[in-house]
């Protein structure tokens, strides 16, 4: 049976839960441990599928087809460990199980209650998670005192109970402000948040502590004794410049030596992988800068795991990369002259398609290092129909239902399907790379997996006549069927991905495509 580290939060919501739970797994990975990370979110959605990215980030796919929360970015960023939809559940999924099991008699005719139905069906799902590893953290999203995640919280609260004091552990990650005026740090919100916690029957045995500054040995004296935790366990967690160092900082302060003692594991001096990480982050000489053209860049987390992969291949070439978040609505060539690349993400409906489609003119004509991934790889096609091919009507079917020059067209079995939520092309599917194709060079392999997240493909009634203008498709699912990586002859570097790369690179295994797409931005300077 697992060991059990529950992380809530409190005072205030985006406080970095998913990198603290994250950090503490790498840490306790470093251990020789096996680690999973379950993330439970209270809103009533059954996932994020189909939720704006402005109201919940990113919208991250597992391998197994699961559209999850953003933290589980995190998760496989930090660890070893791919997640899967037993890794993330939300308040819809748990309510939608316990109604259809209602009404498919499986309560014998009792009075379906939060208690104990609901919190039974959430015990289920997190023991689901607890399967081939040694210790499970389970991620509480929302902040203590928010009404919907009472179930969550009088869930964990039971399985504390069942499992023993000494099998689980409670990390309370608050907010502790620092009053410029008064030149103070207070901790009273802090109080309040495990007043909070207690009331509902949890005492946090870890607090961490997020604040502007590092949390100085009189204030951890102060939150220790109004929280009745050893000031040992009471650890300060400031902002820092890379995420990566928030594991370091974390180690630094003895998260990983306390755990073990907690559950009585035998403790190891181990060098950790971030040091090396963090070091070339804050060392690089060199620098390039590239254009990330999309039409949610006011928050910034709807294009996370970009941003990571992005900064994943400058590691490995030892670059520092600069994101100009460009939107496409506001497109300027002036900021794209002065930049070494341009990236154009996934995303879905037709606002600021424009912007997009000229940012992918201007990279190819100026041959500039130009890399297009789901939605982008199919504007690169219509931007191709459009000014080499002279279609000047070419469209995607997604923005233009009747467009004569379908390039872009939903696929055949997606036509009926009338439920949003879940049922696009999700997951990982094989691709073949072409022999002496520039993919196949990055990759270095014939086969590859990849993650995706789309309806639309790429119409194959024009591959011929793309082909004979200088497209190159350098990546086909096996059956040759579905177009999955183009490219241009001619060009330094203009690669379309109809998958999610991002998805698959992590800071100690940056993913091939942006290891070579940031050397391709550093040649073209």
């Keep these: 049976m697992a060991y059990y580290i529950f992380v809530t939060g409190g005072v205030l919501s985006s406080l970095g839960k998913g990198v603290a739970s994250a950090s503490i797994a790498s840490l306790l990975e470093e251990q020789g441990l096996k680690v999973n990370i379950q993330k439970l979110d209270p809103y009533l959605n059954v996932d994020p599928g189909t939720m704006s990215p402005y109201q919940h980030g990113?919208?991250?796919?597992?391998?197994?087809?699961a559209e999850t929360d953003l933290d589980l970015g995190y998760y496989e960023r930090f660890t070893s460990r791919n997640m899967s939809r037993k890794n993330n559940v939300t308040a819809g999924r748990v309510y939608y199980n316990v109604i259809k099991r209602e009404r498919e008699g499986g309560y014998l005719g009792a009075t379906v209650q939060v208690i104990p139905h609901i919190t039974d069906e959430i015990k289920r799902l997190i023991r689901e998670a607890e399967e081939d590893c040694d210790v499970l953290i389970v991620e509480i999203g929302g902040t203590v005192g928010d009404i919907e995640g009472l179930p969550f919280l009088e869930a964990v609260r039971?399985?504390?109970?069942?499992?023993?004091?000494?099998?689980?552990?409670?990390?309370?990650?608050?907010?502790?402000?620092?009053?410029?005026?008064?030149?103070?740090?207070?901790t009273k919100p802090t109080q309040h948040s495990v007043k909070e916690l207690r009331a509902i029957g949890i005492q946090p045995n870890v607090i961490l502590c997020r604040s502007d500054v590092e949390i100085p040995e009189s204030i951890k004296e102060k939150i220790?004794?109004?929280?009745?935790?050893?000031?040992?366990?009471?650890?300060?967690?400031?902002?820092?410049?890379f995420i990566y160092e928030v594991a370091l900082h974390l180690k630094k302060q003895g998260m990983d030596r306390l755990i073990a003692k907690h559950f009585n594991l035998e403790y190891k001096e181990t060098k950790s992988?971030?040091?090396?990480?963090?070091?070339?982050?804050?060392n690089t000489q060199r620098e390039v800068k590239v254009a990330l053209v999309g039409k949610y860049v006011s928050l910034k987390d709807s294009y996370k795991s970009v941003a990571e992969a992005l900064l994943h291949g400058g590691i490995a070439n030892r670059t520092r990369v600069h994101v100009e978040?460009?939107?496409?609505?506001?497109?300027?060539?002036?900021?794209?002259?002065?930049?070494?690349?341009?990236?154009?993400?996934?995303?879905?409906?037709?606002?600021?398609?424009?912007?997009?489609?000229?940012a992918l003119t201007f990279g190819r004509e100026r041959k500039k290092p130009t890399f297009g991934i789901c939605l982008g790889m199919q504007l690169m096609c219509v931007e191709f129909a459009r000014?080499?091919?002279?279609?000047?009507?070419?469209?995607?079917?997604?923005?233009?239902?009747?467009?004569?020059?379908?390039?872009?067209?939903?696929?055949?079995?997606?036509?009926s399907i009338k439920e949003l939520g879940g049922t696009m092309r999700l997951g990982s599917y094989p691709c073949k790379l072409v022999e002496g194709s520039m993919v196949r060079k990055i990759y270095g392999a014939e086969l590859i997996h990849e993650r995706h997240r789309h309806r639309y493909e790429f119409n194959n009634k024009y591959r011929e006549d793309f082909q004979k203008a200088g497209m190159v498709f350098s990546g086909l699912s096996p059956d040759d069927r579905l177009v999955e990586i183009i490219e241009l002859s001619g060009h330094p570097w203009y690669i379309g991905c109809q998958f999610h790369p991002e998805f698959k690179s992590k800071p100690f295994k940056p993913h091939p495509l942006f290891v070579s797409f940031i050397s391709a931005c550093l040649e073209g300077q």
Aim: net charge negative; proline share 5%.
């Design 58 to 65: 990113e919208v991250y796919v597992t391998e197994d087809g």
């Design 158 to 186: 039971q399985l504390s109970m069942e499992l023993g004091r000494e099998k689980t552990l409670f990390v309370h990650i608050t907010y502790v402000p620092y009053i410029k005026g008064a030149g103070e740090l207070k």
């Design 224 to 241: 220790a004794l109004f929280t009745n935790v050893d000031k040992s366990a009471v650890i300060s967690a400031p902002d820092v410049e």
């Design 273 to 282: 992988k971030w040091e090396g990480i963090v070091h070339i982050l804050r």
């Design 325 to 358: 978040w460009v939107n496409s609505e506001d497109y300027s060539q002036e900021l794209l002259e002065r930049l070494d690349g341009i990236i154009v993400p996934g995303g879905f409906g037709g606002r600021g398609i424009e912007g997009k489609l000229k």
């Design 387 to 415: 000014e080499v091919l002279g279609l000047k009507d070419a469209n995607s079917t997604e923005f233009d239902p009747f467009t004569p020059n379908p390039v872009i067209d939903i696929m055949e079995e997606q036509k």
